[in-house]
C-alpha cells in the first residue's frame, strides 16, 4: 500500500509567479486535504476535495485554487505568489470527509518565495 | 480567540521526567481528536488519538474533556527520541465541509 507522496520536495519561485503543488493520495483514499505551515505554526487548513468536488476552504483567498482527478490525486494552484506564501504545503488524504481516524500526511513542498 | 490553543513552550525537560501538555478548544461541536508529533522540517504523524474514556499507549496517556473543552497530552519517563513538536487537532465540522483544525503546537526538548 503505497503512502501519500507529494512532489516536488523543494521549489523556489519569483514573488508575482505562480505555482503548482501535486499530491498522490493513498491507495483506496478519496479525500485529499491541503494545509499550509508557516515557520513556527501550526498547519492551517486550505481546502479539502472529496470525490473531484470542493468539500469546505479554509480562510485562503482566491488565488488559492485546487483540483482533484478521477484517480483522486490532487494539484493545489497559487497564483500571484506573495513573499508570505513561503511555507511548507501538506497533503494528507483520507477514506471519505468523516475521517475519524486522523489523517496521513505526505512529507510535504517547502515553497520559498523570494 | 483561536480555535485550538497550546501551552506556548518550549519545554525542556530532563530524560526520565514526566511532562503533559494541555490544549482548549473553542467550537464546542468538535467530534474527535487527536495528537500528532512532528519532527523538525518533517510531516506530522498521528501520535494518537484521544477518545472520551481516556487512553493509553505506552507511556504516552490523552485525556479529553468535552465540558471543558480540553485536551492533555502525557508523556512518562521520557526519552531523548521524545524530542518533538506535539500537535492538537481536533476535527470540526465547519460550514461548507469538515477538517482538521491544528493548534500552534508545543515544542519538547528532552535534555540527556
Known amino acids: 500500500e503505497t503512502g501519500v507522496t507529494q512532489s516536488p520536495t523543494h521549489l523556489i519561485k519569483t514573488r508575482g509567479q505562480q505555482v503548482t503543488l501535486r499530491c498522490s493520495s493513498q491507495?483506496?483514499?478519496?479525500?485529499v486535504s491541503w494545509y499550509q505551515q508557516a515557520l513556527g505554526q501550526g498547519p492551517q487548513f486550505i481546502f479539502q476535495?472529496?470525490?473531484?468536488?470542493?468539500?469546505g476552504r479554509g480562510n485562503f483567498p482566491p488565488r488559492f485554487s485546487g483540483l482533484q482527478f478521477p484517480n483522486y490525486s490532487s494539484e493545489l494552484n497559487v497564483n500571484a505568489l506573495e513573499l508570505d506564501d513561503s511555507a511548507l504545503y501538506l497533503c494528507?488524504?483520507?477514506?471519505?470527509?468523516?475521517?475519524?481516524?486522523?489523517?496521513?500526511f505526505g512529507s510535504g513542498t517547502r515553497l520559498t518565495v523570494v | 480567540r483561536k480555535e485550538v490553543e497550546q501551552d506556548p513552550g518550549p519545554f525542556n525537560v530532563p530524560e526520565g521526567a514526566t511532562v503533559a501538555f494541555n490544549c482548549t478548544y473553542s467550537?464546542?461541536?468538535?467530534?474527535?481528536f487527536f495528537w500528532y508529533r512532528q519532527d523538525c522540517r518533517k510531516e506530522p504523524k498521528l501520535l494518537m488519538s484521544v477518545y472520551s474514556s481516556g487512553n493509553e499507549d505506552g507511556r504516552f496517556t490523552a485525556q479529553l474533556n468535552r465540558a471543558s473543552q480540553y485536551i492533555s497530552l502525557l508523556i512518562r519517563d521520557s526519552k531523548l527520541s521524545d524530542s518533538a513538536t506535539y500537535l492538537c487537532?481536533?476535527?470540526?465540522?465547519?460550514?461548507?465541509?469538515?477538517?482538521?483544525?491544528f493548534g500552534p503546537g508545543t515544542r519538547l526538548s528532552v535534555l540527556p
Open positions: 494528507a488524504s483520507s477514506l471519505g470527509v468523516q475521517e475519524v481516524w486522523g489523517y496521513t
Open positions: 476535495y472529496y470525490r473531484e468536488e470542493e468539500n
Open positions: 491507495s483506496g483514499h478519496n479525500t
Open positions: 487537532v481536533v476535527n470540526m465540522r465547519q460550514s461548507g465541509g469538515q477538517n482538521f483544525v
Open positions: 467550537n464546542s461541536a468538535s467530534q474527535s
